[in-house]
């Protein structure tokens, strides 16, 4: 997909005032939604002296392969706020976020996890969209099949599940800018 093409996409949807989603009913089915949270972070009293080893929460226990196809672990963002971005390479709405995804990631990197999992589309046009919306600072997994839609509950795109430091599901929706900034500035407060 080419930048004009992406850009005429973004307009359009702006102009359809469709800003509140790309609903698809082509999006994978969606099972039991992941449970807020089974495990709770080390004690928050314990200050930042302490060096107790992060719980991983049950919602950050999945893998994935990313764009490239190497191996992706999401214990690894246990113990920090994350925003799991549910994104598809066609959809205008998903392309007009991505500005704020990357300036998120800018602001608040090493206090705030980001990770795109794109499905709905195939792995070239992941990769143009990526490319194209410059958000390739972001990890981004290629969840062509819906595996990982279907973990979380997503019937959409474009759909964020943002957790807090513990790993407990505080928002899984569709969230405008600044729904979303608010939202991070709190968690990461």
Same mark, same amino acid.
């Given at each position: 997909m080419t930048?004009?093409?992406?850009?005429?996409?973004i307009a359009a949807t702006v102009a359809a005032g469709a800003l509140a989603g790309c609903g698809s009913a082509a999006a994978p089915a969606a099972q039991a939604p992941l449970p807020v949270a089974e495990t709770a972070a080390a004690s928050a009293s314990a200050g930042p002296a302490a060096a107790a080893p992060v719980v991983v929460p049950a919602s950050l226990k999945f893998t994935g392969k990313t764009l490239d196809g190497e191996s992706f672990d999401a214990a690894t963002m246990a113990g920090k706020p994350t925003i799991l971005w549910f994104w598809a390479p066609w959809c205008a709405t998903c392309a007009s976020e991505a500005q704020s995804i990357s300036d998120l990631r800018d602001e608040y990197a090493g206090r705030l996890n980001i990770l795109?999992?794109?499905?709905?589309?195939?792995?070239?046009?992941?990769?143009?969209?990526?490319?194209?919306?410059? =958000?390739?600072?972001?990890?981004? $997994? @290629? /969840?062509?099949?819906?595996r990982l839609w279907k973990k979380f509950g997503i019937t959409e795109q474009s759909t964020y599940v943002i957790l807090d430091r513990a790993g407990? =599901?505080?928002?899984?929706?569709? $969230? @405008? /800018?600044?729904?979303?900034?608010t939202k991070v500035k709190s968690l990461v407060a």
């Open positions: 930048v004009p093409r992406i850009r005429a996409l795109g999992i794109a499905g709905l589309g195939n792995n070239k046009d992941m990769h143009e969209f990526v490319s194209d919306l410059e =958000v390739g600072t972001v990890p981004h $997994l @290629d /969840d062509e099949p819906g407990k =599901v505080v928002v899984r929706s569709y $969230l @405008d /800018d600044l729904q979303l900034t």
